[in-house]
């Protein structure tokens, strides 16, 4: 006995239907995922970093748009008239253990699961 089964299969509706078709939907779910979870690994003295943070249009990028935010991610004191330079001295994030420097680094290695749980859960399914 021979059976034939065949399938219609339209991948790009179900690439759409789990949020990786035109709308980015995937991907602007996880960079706000990962922008949530950086929050408090972000540096912090009045909040502006952190809560002036946004995702850009087709959730490829979390923008830290503060015009300190690069001198804040590398974490080294800079001296000088611009263009300034780096000292080497690092900087100091007020005795906040968990805030500093490449804070979504530091997160990732601390909640890297969860991320992938955040993920399969938006997909409908279970982390492995």
Known sequence: MNIKVTKNFNI?????????????GLRKYLAARVKARCDPYTPMQQSNLKDTAHISQ??????????????????????????????GKSLDYNHAPMRGDHWEK???????????????????????
């Open 106 to 128: 530091r997160m990732m290695a601390d909640h890297a699961g969860d991320v992938e749980k955040d993920v399969a859960a938006y997909l409908g399914g279970k982390r492995k």
């Open 12 to 24: 790009q509706k179900v690439l759409s239907t789990r949020g990786m078709g035109v709308s980015n």
């Open 58 to 87: 087709d959730g490829t990028e979390i923008v830290y748009s503060q015009p300190y935010a690069h001198y804040q991610y590398q974490g080294e004191v800079m001296a000088g008239r611009a263009p300034k330079h780096y000292t």
